[in-house]
């Protein structure tokens, strides 16, 4: 209860939808919502690499795991300007919960970045559309916490922004090796682009 989930301030414009994941505690990912619970000491989990990610997912290649956080520095930056620690964490046989379609393309792309989200179909169990997911036993793996330290609102240097990215994508990298066997996925390997 004292954990807000970020996701895109798209789904707080569409009626229905707002009020589910309000009621369930989620909050815009946008960098004022996002400095405003830090600053509070709030926690908060967020997928960082968000429509990019999603629209980099290949069907066809099931053994690959991608991560869009190459370019992803912006967490970094709220967590220097307020000091907040940040915890690497990774789910297992997430991915096989719902099936999806998502279109292809330059104008899918476009338009995805434009509203902020990939329009894609979920199918769930029964394939209900978003509906009740497929009877998967997820694990989530929760790293050690990355201490960083408070530079301030104006004066995070981008020095300190690429040495904590850097620590970042190391420790989740390390993360899912040391618990890919147990989780029969040393065959799938992690991309981060």
């Not at 707080?12 to 919502?33: A, D, H, L, T, W």
């Not at 190459?70 to 967490?75: N, Q, T, V």
């Not at 930056?77 to 330059?106: M, Q």
Request: aromatic share 12%; hydrophobic share 40%.
């Amino acid at each position: 209860k004292d954990v807000k989930c970020l996701i895109t301030s798209a789904v707080f414009s569409m009626p229905f939808i707002r009020q589910i994941y309000s009621y369930n505690g989620c909050v815009s990912v946008g960098k004022e919502s996002f400095r405003k619970l830090l600053e509070t000491n709030q926690s908060c989990v967020m997928f960082p690499g968000g429509v990019q990610e999603v629209l980099m997912i290949d069907p066809t290649k099931p053994d690959e795991i991608i991560c869009y956080l190459k370019r992803r520095k912006g967490f970094i930056r709220l967590a220097l300007e307020t000091g907040t620690s940040i915890v690497p964490a990774f789910t297992f046989h997430l991915d096989g919960s719902y099936k999806f379609w998502s279109p292809k393309g330059n104008f899918f792309s476009a338009l995805s970045r434009w509203i902020g989200f990939a329009p894609i179909v979920f199918v769930g169990r029964w394939f209900i559309p978003i509906g009740i997911p497929f009877p998967k036993k997820l694990h989530i793996v929760i790293g050690t916490p990355i201490k960083i330290p408070c530079e301030g609102k104006n004066s995070v240097k981008p020095e300190s922004i690429e040495k904590y990215h850097g620590i970042y994508i190391k420790e989740l990298e390390a993360l899912y090796l040391r618990h890919r066997k147990n989780e029969g996925y040393l065959h799938r390997e992690m991309n981060i682009i």
